[in-house]
């Protein structure tokens, strides 16, 4: 079975400023590694994906995360956030047996200030 | 496409009252989870179907639960008799193979009084 630790449950950040949300996962098996995003009263909604191939991931709105499989992390990173990130970052983790079917972490709140 | 729909999006019932989710999937998508969100648990899967069979429903929390899929674009979610620890947001989401993401629903926020 996959788990999730999502260490931090809030992040609070200036606009402009660099950010960092951090996602550990357990897993015995190889895995799929999702961030998802949702805005207040919304579902989620995908933000990146790790599936195969190049460890660095990207979105189109300035997010980025690495897939490390020796720390078994996949943090979510971007450089200069804006105030319209302010939203919940859950991280998820599926085998790849099941790719599709998730294990969510417990979700970072990014409150970004002007 | 206009995405995984989810109905209604708000419900109020009363405690023991049946409740009905209900759920369409996106045209070609032939998995259907459903997800229960709540401030204590989190985003917990309830159960996971692929082409119409239910292959994993470790996660409906007790007999009060069920769920069903009666054609390939189509699910509900029942809960009964209803309790208020039921209360929560339910997603349901489709995905159109086992090698990719799951798209969300918008939620129905389920309050049980």
């Known amino acids: 079975a996959q788990s999730v630790t999502q260490l931090d449950s809030q992040v609070p950040v200036f606009e402009e400023a660099p950010v960092e949300l951090r996602c550990n996962y357990s897993s015995s098996v190889s895995v799929y590694l999702f961030w998802y995003v949702q805005y207040p009263n919304q579902g989620l909604q995908l933000l990146l994906k790790y599936l195969s191939g190049s460890t660095l991931v990207e979105s189109i709105n300035g997010f980025e995360a690495e897939f490390n499989k020796s720390q078994t992390s996949f943090h979510l990173r971007k450089p200069s956030v804006h105030i319209s990130d302010t939203a919940e970052y859950f991280c998820?983790?599926?085998?790849?047996?099941?790719?599709?079917?998730?294990?969510f972490g417990a979700g970072t709140i990014l409150r970004v200030k002007s | 496409d206009a995405g995984v729909i989810q109905s209604p999006r708000h419900e109020v019932t009363e405690m023991g009252q049946e409740v009905t989710l209900r759920c369409k999937l996106i045209s070609g998508h032939n998995s259907l989870f459903w997800y229960r969100q709540t401030m204590m648990r989190g985003l917990e899967l309830l159960i996971y179907?692929?082409?119409?069979?239910?292959?994993?429903d470790s996660g409906m929390p007790e007999d009060r639960f069920s769920a069903k899929m009666p054609n390939a674009s189509f699910s509900t979610l029942k809960i009964q008799p209803s309790e208020p620890r039921d209360s929560a947001v339910y997603f349901c989401a489709s995905s159109p193979s086992t090698r990719t993401e799951a798209f969300f629903g918008q939620g129905t926020r389920l309050t049980v009084v």
């Open positions: 179907f692929n082409n119409n069979v239910p292959i994993d």
């Open positions: 998820a983790v599926s085998d790849q047996g099941y790719g599709n079917k998730l294990v």
